[in-house]
């Protein structure tokens, strides 16, 4: 099995960064596409940014292209979100999930964490 742990979510201004970071145990870590998603209160589960396991391909959603990066060190078994230039529609729990395959689609992620809560005041 695999464990998924968030943290570093807050509460910052617009404009202002936050580091998500992602600790995951297990002994397949370095197979899985980690990537992460947010929800809105009311809305649904989106997509955000994932990686690959070798951390030679990333994607990120369109709104977040240039001011988020996603990283991962698998001797650490970690996986962070650097959120530059954060803007008021950034609000939502933030999830960090684990795939066996690359994908945006939240069903193929297997395994999940609680998530963290991103607040953005303007």
């Known amino acids: 099995q695999v464990q998924v742990v968030e943290s570093g979510g807050g509460l910052v201004p617009a404009g202002g960064s936050l580091r998500l970071s992602c600790a995951a145990s297990?002994?397949?870590?370095?197979?899985?596409?980690m990537g992460w998603f947010r929800q809105r209160p009311g809305g649904e589960r989106q997509f955000v940014a994932a990686i690959n396991w070798a951390g030679s391909t990333t994607d990120y959603e369109d709104s977040v292209k240039g001011r988020f990066t996603i990283s991962r060190d698998n001797d650490k078994n970690t996986v962070w979100l650097q959120m530059n230039s954060l803007k008021p529609e950034d609000t939502a729990v933030y999830y960090c999930?684990?795939?066996?395959?690359?994908?945006?689609?939240?069903?193929?992620?297997?395994?999940w964490g609680q998530g963290t809560q991103v607040t953005v005041s303007s």
């Open positions: 999930a684990l795939s066996t395959l690359h994908s945006r689609l939240s069903r193929f992620y297997n395994y």
């Open positions: 297990g002994r397949t870590f370095t197979h899985y596409t």
